[in-house]
């Protein structure tokens, strides 16, 4: 039998307010958990060092903010959330000993995964084994929708950006577009996305591709290249911790046109590296960092970065603290509402429950891992970010 339930575990945390419809048949928490364990272990894994460790680090805090939430307001079982963590260096090898770590040594009964999609899908295969519930942070598409039972997004997929950057470039009128791309798959597989689009879309034509390694500080060189060809737009994918570099050294070197991209341009770091040069850089994501807690959209985002600031003295560095505070507050959700800390009644909680986050509200019963599905297209005029639907009004 089913029946409405409203969930008050978390509502003190943030007043996340995370409501699902879940099962009421279920077994006593003595039975469905392990009675010995003295807490409930979860995992985190992602770049604390290396080229991605400003991101991955933010992601890591934003995950320790929420356990300490939950475990002031009770924890969830009736037991504490231990949270153990490990850097991976932003190298998938490094990620799958991590997660096998955390499963097979540390007996974690859930994960909240890196923001590198390429780590996500490399671990997959040994959690998914264990059927143990991932929440991978990452955007890439590559790994949902090919057949995972347990891992899930706790954001919006980078495929809805990238259709949200073409269209972008269709409104704003553009007809030759270069692109400048990291090494990572991440940021190949988006330019791919979006060259595809203009080539099907036949009112645009790709006139420079050009590559980057994540950590270089000089690109001068394929900037040269890129304006040789004359583009109206130019299409950036790559980490935050790069973009903003790459968005000065285009505009000294003379370059006027639209910047476009995705939600790594979203990042502070972007604009505090770009600085008076970020103006008509255009970019869609789920949701962005802004400069002050009062520009924040919802009250919901602006608890969270009242609760960030008050626990760090800054705000998240990155929108990927938005996506790990999510995914943790939706794991911990999802086992209360189990009942239980095994990995198939963990499942079923995520898939037959409905969760409220930063982000919006999570429904994850299609099976694909997709809890959001939707975006926002943005520019930055004056040092601000607005959504490009104002600026064209006001234009």
């Known amino acids: 039998m089913k029946r409405r339930v409203f969930a008050s575990i978390l509502a003190a945390a943030l007043a996340l ?4 419809c879940g099962n009421n048949e279920q077994a006593s928490n003595d039975e469905q958990q392990d009675s010995g364990a003295e807490t409930i272990k979860i995992g985190w894994y992602g770049p604390l060092s290396g080229s991605a460790a400003s991101v991955g680090t933010t992601g890591n805090m934003a995950t320790k903010l929420a356990v300490k939430q939950i475990n002031e307001n009770g924890g969830i079982l ?19 000993k991590n997660v096998t770590r955390l499963i097979e040594q540390d007996q974690v009964v859930g994960i909240i995964g890196s923001h590198l999609s390429a780590a ?15 929440f991978g942070t990452g955007t890439s598409g590559i790994w949902t929708n090919i057949g995972l039972s347990y891992t899930f997004r706790p954001t919006v997929c980078s495929d809805f950006f990238n259709q949200g950057c073409y269209d972008s470039m269709v409104t704003m009128g553009a007809t030759k577009i270069a692109t400048l791309s990291a090494e990572t798959e991440y940021a190949q597989l988006a330019t791919a996305t979006v060259v595809d689009l203009i080539e099907q879309g036949g009112k645009m034509t790709v006139v420079d591709q050009e590559g980057y390694t994540s950590g270089d500080t000089d690109f001068s060189g394929q900037i040269t290249k890129m304006l040789a060809a004359e583009p109206d737009g130019i299409l950036l994918n790559g980490g935050g911790e790069d973009l903003g570099k790459i968005v000065k050294q285009l505009r000294m070197q003379g370059y006027e046109g639209y910047i476009y991209g995705i939600e790594s341009l979203a990042d502070q770091q972007t604009l505090e590296l770009a600085g008076e ?12 960092v802004p400069q002050n807690i009062d520009d924040a959209v919802t009250d919901t985002e602006k608890d969270f970065l009242t609760a960030y600031q008050a626990e760090y003295g800054e705000l998240p560095v990155s929108e990927v603290a938005y ?11 999802a086992i209360e509402l189990a009942g239980s800390t095994d ?4 499942r079923e909680a995520v898939m037959g429950n ?7 509200t999570f429904d994850f019963s299609d099976g694909s891992g997709e809890g959001i599905t939707s975006g926002t297209t943005y520019i930055i005029q004056d040092g601000k970010i607005i959504t490009l639907d104002s600026y064209l009004e006001n234009k």
């Open 17 to 20: 307010n995370l409501a699902a």
């Open 343 to 346: 990995g198939d009644a963990i």
């Open 323 to 333: 996506r790990a505070y999510d995914g943790a507050n939706i794991l911990c959700q």
């Open 354 to 360: 409905t969760f409220t986050g930063i982000a919006g």
């Open 120 to 134: 996500v899908l490399a671990t997959s295969d040994v959690s998914e084994e264990a059927k143990v519930v991932q």
């Open 277 to 288: 040069y970020a103006d008509d850089v255009i970019f869609s994501c789920c949701y962005f």
């Open 78 to 96: 009736g037991k504490q959330i231990e949270l153990l963590e490990y850097d991976d260096q932003g190298n998938t090898e490094t990620s799958v």
